[in-house]
């Protein structure tokens, strides 16, 4: 089963900011949060990971409470190519590990 | 850096016939892959996890026998679907994960995805 759950749809305005959540309150100390998002018949592509500490990279903010059991990744300024669906995955911090899936957001960017 | 790709994007298929699928990774040495499964509006089911030069590790339920994965070298493994019926048909996603001139790639970089149609 999935370590993580996230609302299923969601609707954003254009140039606005999309916060999408994810709860993983299972979470180990050794584990890290991945995002990653799909876009329609594509692989998933890589967005942003965090340990315990908010992070910011040029596509998105990550904001990790300070119990670790919930996640927030902001879109600061949605496009439409922002439609995707939006993965929440935790992960061990040392070695290769497999990834499990939950059912991800499915974020719409509304013009 | 980290780019994955994959072969075909898509193929069409006969029931009964094998079809290979092959996942290579572009700029790093991949020392695991993984398969994936997408069915039409469903998340990813990972289907198994190889190591280069071991036998692949197979999630529960899914048939070694029927889905042969071979990861020979640290840049391409490739999955055959052998006897393959309508139900296989669907969208096969590789990832990799590695290391590139002494950085550890820990997480997985996803190849566009191929998609089977078996008629």
Not at chain 1, 77 to 91: G, N, P, Q, S
Not at chain 2, 59 to 82: C, M, P, R
Request: positive net charge; charged residues 15%.
């Amino acid at each position: 089963d999935a370590k993580t759950t996230q609302p299923p749809s969601m609707d954003c305005a254009e140039g606005r900011a999309a916060n999408l959540p994810c709860n993983h309150s299972t979470i180990s100390g050794n584990e890290y949060v991945y995002w990653y998002r799909q876009i329609h018949s594509q692989g998933p592509q890589y967005i942003i990971h965090g340990l315990k500490n908010n992070e910011t990279n040029e596509m998105a903010s990550l904001i990790i409470t300070e119990d670790r059991k919930s996640s927030t990744l902001i879109l600061p300024h949605a496009t439409l190519r922002d439609t995707a669906v939006y993965y929440c995955i935790v992960r061990r911090t040392s070695g290769t590990y497999k990834y499990i899936f939950g059912t991800g957001t499915r974020l719409k960017v509304l013009a | 850096g980290a780019v994955v790709s994959q072969h075909p994007s898509w193929v069409i298929c006969k029931s009964g016939t094998s079809v290979k699928i092959e996942c290579r990774s572009l700029d790093f040495q991949a020392t695991t892959m993984f398969w994936y499964r997408q069915f039409p509006k469903q998340s990813l089911m990972l289907m198994a996890t190889s190591n280069e030069g071991s036998k692949a590790t197979y999630e529960q339920g899914v048939e070694k026998d029927k889905f042969l994965i071979n990861h020979a070298s640290l840049t391409l493994s490739t999955l055959t679907v052998t006897s393959a019926h309508p139900e296989d048909s669907s969208f096969y996603i590789c990832s990799a994960s590695g290391s590139l001139t002494g950085t550890s790639y820990n997480e997985q970089f996803f190849g566009p995805g191929t998609r089977l149609t078996v008629l």
